[in-house]
């Protein structure tokens, strides 16, 4: 399956950052309506929170990075 490659930090920064991004049409912010944003931001807000849920990121796995800490045997 997936090997998990987000940090807990990452995924508190990926988590807030997301549910932001989701309730920005909600919130009526000034200039966001009526724009491409109202579509992209909770799109993105979305890819954000699964991440974290999962702790697997697919653009980390593509460019080998991981913010999880090793595992010392």
Do not use: E
Not at 15 to 44: D, K, N, R
Not at 48 to 56: D, G, K, V
């Amino acid at each position: 399956m997936f090997t998990a490659n987000v940090g807990t930090p990452d995924r508190i920064i990926r988590l807030v950052i997301g549910a932001i991004l989701i309730a920005l049409p909600f919130l009526g912010i000034a200039g966001i309506a009526g724009t491409w944003l109202v579509w992209a931001a909770p799109i993105v807000g979305l890819i954000l929170a699964a991440t974290a849920f999962l702790s697997f990121c697919p653009i980390y796995r593509v460019l080998g990075l991981s913010t999880r800490p090793k595992q010392q045997h």
